[in-house]
């Protein structure tokens, strides 16, 4: 399935009262047997109505223990995939069904069959490792697939006598390379919001909190990941927050929204979105919101809810991405 247009003009929903949409939004999971999935990146009111929280990995997972018959998937297109594959008996509803991924988008499936089938006619000998920000259409070209939670564990599977194709993102691909010592073709996707952050905002923002402890997603460039003190994907950055007890300073380079969920878990510390601008208050704020996940809002779950779309709907294409999926996620 093609993935929808992104830059459609949305309509412009109008203000309604977040603590009224909380209430409906209860009562509609309750009358039509749904469970909300959030992703870390959305806004933390929906976290907050979710019955499950996490990254890309315990989502994944989680979809698979629902028992509702219904999934609302807060959180961007090929995670609503991902969900429909792994529980393909489920309605997989999605707020905004043009929450689409820049890193997706970076590897379109033809593109990487053309690229794949050039390196085996050049004698390359070589197993796809795809990052799980991928459409489906991609996974089913692949062998494995990674999300920053499990991918060590999954390149350590691949035979040692396999060179590696990692898609998309150059990033990530790089950093496992240098952890795992296994060499990669890499494929160049890059995430948006990761790609964006800037090393001197960074140096200059640990400056100016003396004892700070930077970290950072390994979705970051490199230069950025030089840098930093924490290098984790967000459950590893959660578990590393709480596991320090006296009150630190942390600066995240990851989707700001992430935020939300480290102070839920670590109410302790404080945490500065990266880059940060000092304001003359002393607040920060940042520009590093995914607008994808920004479709997400309160109002488009009711509506999804109600009206019981959009809805991922099973394609013929999904049988070979689920192979792909159960082995690497589930086993
Ligand atoms: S933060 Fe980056 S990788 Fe994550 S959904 Fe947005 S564009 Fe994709």
């Known amino acids: 399935m093609e993935l929808p247009v992104l830059n459609a003009v949305a309509p412009v929903e109008t203000y309604e009262d977040p603590l009224d949409l909380m209430d409906e939004i209860d009562e509609l999971k309750r009358s039509k047997d749904a469970a909300i999935l959030a992703h870390f990146y959305v806004d933390g009111d929906l976290q907050d109505i979710a019955d499950y929280t996490g990254d890309s990995l315990k989502l994944a997972r989680d979809a698979t223990q629902v028992t509702n018959s ?21 309605k997989v509803l999605m707020p ?3 929450a689409g991924c820049s890193l997706a988008e970076s590897c379109p499936a033809d593109k990487l069959a053309a690229y794949q089938h050039e390196l085996r006619a050049k004698g390359h000998d070589f197993q ?23 991918a060590r564990e999954i390149i350590d599977r691949v035979p040692a006598d396999k060179e590696i194709l990692f898609v ?10 240098s952890v795992t010592g296994r060499p990669m073709i890499l494929w ?9 952050f800037s090393v001197q905002d960074l140096l200059r923002a640990k400056r100016n909190n003396p004892g700070s402890i930077v970290m950072a997603h390994p979705e970051c460039p490199a230069n950025v990941l030089d840098v930093s003190d924490f290098i984790g994907g967000t459950e ?12 630190r300073t942390f600066l995240v380079a990851t989707e700001a929204n992430m935020i939300h969920s480290l102070a839920k878990i670590a109410p302790q510390h404080e945490y500065i979105p990266v880059p940060g601008i000092m304001a003359s208050t002393g607040e920060t704020c940042a520009c590093n919101r995914c607008p994808h996940m920004a479709r997400n809002t309160l109002q488009k ?7 019981g779309r959009p809805e991922i709907v ?3 294409y999904f049988a070979q991405a689920q192979e792909v999926l159960q082995r690497s996620l589930l086993q």
């Open 70 to 90: 219904t999934i609302v998937f807060c959180g961007v297109h090929f995670m609503g995939e991902s969900a429909k594959i792994l529980s393909p008996s489920k």
């Open 96 to 98: 905004d069904l043009q």
């Open 128 to 150: 796809t490792v795809a990052y799980i920000n991928t459409t489906a259409a991609v996974k089913a070209l692949c062998d494995w697939t990674v999300t920053s939670g499990n």
């Open 168 to 177: 998309p993102d150059q990033h990530l691909g790089r950093y496992l390379s």
């Open 188 to 196: 160049p996707g890059s995430c948006m919001v990761h790609e964006v």
């Open 236 to 247: 590893k950055m959660r578990k590393y927050v709480a596991s320090i007890a006296e009150k």
């Open 301 to 307: 779950v009711r509506d999804c809810l109600r009206d």
């Open 314 to 316: 099973w394609q013929p």
